[in-house]
């Protein structure tokens, strides 16, 4: 059974104070691992497809990694309108489905 | 192109009411989900159908039935509400594995 664990559940960051967001799986054949952002009251919106280990990707103040056991969404100088949860998902090569973490809440305070 | 439609945005039902939530996309995917997302559980998978005239259970398919009535469309059903079924409801169709998400369609059962 596909597993994606996210970790902190919630991170609050001051204005331009870099950090990173994790994401942990165990599937049997990674096809691919996704990021998504959602603001409250809104369905998530696509980041990032990553296909295999020591893939990267970026997008503005984003950037996603990947290993064999983990994946990273790095954020650089974030400012408050990067507010928002982050989630990962995973579709391993048995699945018919993505699995979902549960999030990252991220605030970022002016 | 207006992505992933989903239509009420909101609905309040009394136990045992029926309604139809209905979703539609216009990026001729073969596969659409639909979803529910609660507090704490992150998002879990109700239904999905791969192609037009299939559907398979998800991981919480009790209480609910689906109907894939063209590519474009896929509707939720509830037969007789419950207050579990308290929630919000998010439809989704899948590219190569990248899932498009709609804005969601908040219910409340009382």
């Known amino acids: 059974e596909d597993q994606v664990t996210q970790s902190p559940e919630a991170l609050r960051l001051q204005e331009g104070e870099s950090s990173s967001l994790n994401c942990s799986y165990t599937v049997s054949g990674l096809r691919g691992l996704f990021w998504y952002r959602q603001d409250p009251g809104k369905g998530p919106e696509f980041l990032f497809t990553?296909?295999?280990a020591g893939e990267e990707k970026e997008k503005e103040r984003l950037k996603a990694t990947l290993t064999k056991k983990e994946s990273f969404l790095h954020i650089t100088a974030p400012k408050p309108e990067d507010s928002a949860t982050y989630l990962c998902a995973v579709w391993g090569g048995s699945a018919r489905q993505l699995t979902f973490g549960s999030g990252t809440q991220l605030t970022v305070l002016p | 192109n207006a992505g992933v439609t989903q239509t009420p945005k909101f609905q309040v039902l009394k136990t045992g009411q029926s309604m139809t939530l209905q979703c539609a996309q216009d990026?001729?995917?073969?596969?659409m989900y639909w979803y529910r997302q609660d507090p704490g559980m992150g998002l879990r998978l109700i239904y999905y159908s791969a192609s037009e005239g299939t559907t398979d259970k998800g991981e919480v398919p009790n209480g609910y039935n689906v109907s894939r009535l063209n590519k474009r469309e896929f509707s939720l059903r509830l037969e007789s509400a419950a207050p579990s079924q308290t929630s919000v409801y998010f439809c989704?169709?899948?590219?190569?594995?990248?899932?498009?998400f709609g804005p969601g369609t908040r219910l409340t059962v009382t």
């Open positions: 989704a169709s899948t590219g190569v594995y990248e899932q498009y």
């Open positions: 990553l296909y295999s």
């Open positions: 990026m001729n995917h073969n596969s």
